[in-house]
Structures are given as structure tokens and as C-alpha cells.
């Protein structure tokens, strides 16, 4: 194992050998992978890069310097927190430990949100985005429709701020607004679009949750109470006065919770009508829709 004090200079080959038996030995499955990241990250250079220059060698300062973000990753905390960046659809957003980490499956309602703007002929849609943490969703959305105006809302002033950011960065702020609220509050007007990556975690579940994420991530991102249904029964109700004429409702779900939802829908059949499932790459139910009749 890399050595907590390093008693000579090592080689990028050599460093990335001993930090991935490092990290096996902790039990991270992604050892080699964030080794690789994290000493990109630390030398400020892409993984090709630290591929190209492999005999590059590594002085004992710098060496003493890269073990306290490996000591930080054998704690359970998540590389992204480590790096403060996450990769998300066309983006490297900015994250840390006041919004939840960007999962590649989200990517899943941005296609799907995309689809039923172009399906339906939307022109200059209005789009809402609940709970959007990092503004991963409301970005991508703002970004790959480009006539779009979109509002995004967080209870949390903490992730708020740190979305306002990834707008600045990414030229969007004119295009996006933030609101702080939970759920509806503060937010006027009707939507053609409301997208929503909710907290679905239930309280069994959360308390099953790898260290990593319950350890690290923000609570408020992903606890729903007692069932994990709570979130959703409030904002399939409320969305439907919210939408217009033939406006889409589209939800991230968790993998086992898709008949309850699909039923949470159903019990407003009156008001959503065309609702469906659409599964993630890896087969599992990942997003519901429903369009207001």
C-alpha cells in the first residue's frame, strides 16, 4: 500500500498500482477507476494524460499531499465530493455535500423530457424543475431547448446556491430562474413541463444505504418519510392544477416503485392520462410520465 509518509519518489505507474490495492483493501469496488480520477484530479490532467506520462515520477511532498484525498476516500466519501465535480449529461458540474450527487440514470427524464417537448410541438416551453439540487435536470433541459424558459425550485437556499453557480458557469443564468420553496411555494404560473428527481428514499431502506451515501450525502436530497411515497403524493396531486392544456408530469422513481406510483397516477385518472414507464440502461423502471388531459 501507498505509505502514509513516502520514503522516496514514485512513479504515476507505481501510485496508481498501490493507491488501487489501497482501496481494494478497503472494499471499494471502483478502486482502479478512483485512483485514476483522484490522482487526475490532484496533477490537474486528464486520465490520458496520466496514461501518456506513466514514468513520470512523483516527488514526496506531492506524494504526502495526494494521500489525504485517498485518506478522505478510504472514510466512504464519494470522489465527486473529493474532486467537488461530477460529470452530467454535457456538463462537469460543480457539487459538494448541500446537493445530491448527479446519477448518470437522471439522464434518463432529461431524453425522456426532451422527447415530449419535441413530440408535442412545444414552442418556448415553460418547464419546471422540483428539487433541483445541483440544477443538473433544469440545465440540461435549458441548454437542449433552447427556446425553453425554465424555473427551478430547491427547499434548500445551500443547493440553491450552489445550481445559481452551475448556471454562471455554463452561460444559463438568463435562461434559468431559481426559486427557494418546497414544491409549489413561491412559484407562479402554469407549465407545459414539470420534471422532478424527488427524495424516494423510505425510512427501512435508508437505513440499508451504502455509507457512502447516507454518510455523506444530504439527507433532506433523499429521505421521503416513512414509506418513500410522501414526496410523490403531494406533487402528483398539486402538479396537475400547474400544468397546462396537455403538459407533461415527469418523475425519477425508485427501481422497486413503480406499480405504487403508476397507482398514485391512476387515482387521478380524471386528470393524467397517457402514463408510462420508461426504464433505465440497466432495465430498471426509472421514470413515469403522465400528460394532463
Given at each position: 500500500?501507498?505509505?502514509?509518509?513516502?520514503?522516496?519518489n514514485?512513479?504515476?505507474r507505481e501510485?496508481i498500482?498501490?493507491?488501487?490495492?489501497r482501496l481494494e483493501?478497503?472494499?471499494?469496488d471502483s478502486?482502479?477507476?478512483?485512483?485514476?480520477v483522484?490522482?487526475?484530479?490532484?496533477?490537474?490532467?486528464?486520465?490520458t494524460q496520466?496514461?501518456?506520462?506513466?514514468e513520470e515520477q512523483m516527488?514526496?511532498?506531492?506524494l504526502?499531499?495526494f494521500?489525504?484525498?485517498?485518506?478522505r476516500r478510504?472514510s466512504?466519501?464519494p470522489?465527486?465530493?473529493?474532486?467537488?465535480?461530477k460529470?452530467?449529461w454535457?456538463?462537469t458540474?460543480?457539487v459538494?455535500?448541500d446537493?445530491?450527487?448527479p446519477?448518470p440514470?437522471?439522464e434518463?427524464?432529461?431524453e425522456?423530457?426532451i422527447?415530449v417537448c419535441?413530440s408535442?410541438?412545444?414552442?418556448r416551453?415553460?418547464?419546471?424543475?422540483i428539487g433541483?439540487?445541483?440544477g443538473?435536470i433544469a440545465?440540461?433541459?435549458a441548454?437542449?431547448?433552447?427556446?425553453a424558459?425554465?424555473?427551478?425550485?430547491?427547499?434548500?437556499?445551500?443547493?440553491?446556491e450552489?445550481a445559481?453557480s452551475n448556471a454562471r458557469?455554463?452561460?444559463l443564468?438568463?435562461?434559468?430562474?431559481?426559486?427557494?420553496g418546497?414544491?409549489f411555494?413561491?412559484?407562479s404560473g402554469?407549465?407545459?413541463?414539470?420534471?422532478s428527481n424527488?427524495?424516494?428514499?423510505?425510512?427501512?431502506?435508508?437505513d440499508t444505504?451504502?455509507?457512502?451515501?447516507?454518510d455523506?450525502e444530504p439527507?433532506?436530497a433523499?429521505?421521503?418519510?416513512?414509506?418513500?411515497?410522501?414526496f410523490?403524493?403531494k406533487?402528483?396531486?398539486?402538479?396537475?392544477?400547474?400544468?397546462r392544456?396537455k403538459?407533461?408530469?415527469?418523475?425519477?422513481?425508485g427501481?422497486?416503485q413503480?406499480?405504487?406510483?403508476?397507482?398514485?397516477?391512476?387515482?387521478?385518472?380524471?386528470?393524467?392520462?397517457?402514463?408510462?414507464?420508461?426504464?433505465?440502461y440497466?432495465?430498471?423502471?426509472r421514470?413515469i410520465r403522465g400528460?394532463?388531459?
Amino acid at each position: 500500500m501507498l505509505p502514509e509518509k513516502p520514503s522516496k519518489n514514485m512513479t504515476i505507474r507505481e501510485i496508481i498500482r498501490r493507491t488501487t490495492q489501497r482501496l481494494e483493501a478497503a472494499g471499494i469496488d471502483s478502486a482502479r477507476l478512483d485512483a485514476e480520477v483522484l490522482l487526475s484530479f490532484f496533477l490537474n490532467c486528464d486520465r490520458t494524460q496520466l496514461f501518456k506520462n506513466y514514468e513520470e515520477q512523483m516527488t514526496r511532498d506531492q506524494l504526502g499531499a495526494f494521500d489525504k484525498l485517498i485518506v478522505r476516500r478510504l472514510s466512504f466519501e464519494p470522489v465527486a465530493y473529493i474532486t467537488g465535480r461530477k460529470e452530467f449529461w454535457s456538463f462537469t458540474l460543480e457539487v459538494n455535500r448541500d446537493v445530491l450527487i448527479p446519477r448518470p440514470d437522471t439522464e434518463i427524464i432529461v431524453e425522456e423530457a426532451i422527447g415530449v417537448c419535441r413530440s408535442a410541438g412545444c414552442s418556448r416551453p415553460q418547464i419546471l424543475d422540483i428539487g433541483t439540487g445541483s440544477g443538473a435536470i433544469a440545465l440540461a433541459l435549458a441548454r437542449e431547448i433552447p427556446d425553453a424558459r425554465v424555473t427551478a425550485t430547491d427547499v434548500s437556499a445551500a443547493a440553491l446556491e450552489v445550481a445559481k453557480s452551475n448556471a454562471r458557469t455554463f452561460g444559463l443564468e438568463d435562461r434559468v430562474s431559481f426559486i427557494l420553496g418546497d414544491l409549489f411555494e413561491n412559484v407562479s404560473g402554469t407549465f407545459d413541463l414539470i420534471t422532478s428527481n424527488p427524495p424516494y428514499i423510505g425510512a427501512a431502506e435508508y437505513d440499508t444505504l451504502a455509507s457512502g451515501v447516507k454518510d455523506f450525502e444530504p439527507r433532506l436530497a433523499l429521505w421521503a418519510g416513512e414509506t418513500g411515497l410522501e414526496f410523490y403524493e403531494k406533487l402528483i396531486y398539486q402538479a396537475h392544477g400547474r400544468l397546462r392544456e396537455k403538459g407533461w408530469l415527469l418523475l425519477e422513481i425508485g427501481a422497486k416503485q413503480h406499480e405504487m406510483i403508476h397507482s398514485l397516477m391512476m387515482v387521478h385518472n380524471d386528470s393524467y392520462r397517457d402514463i408510462a414507464v420508461r426504464a433505465d440502461y440497466a432495465g430498471l423502471p426509472r421514470v413515469i410520465r403522465g400528460r394532463r388531459e
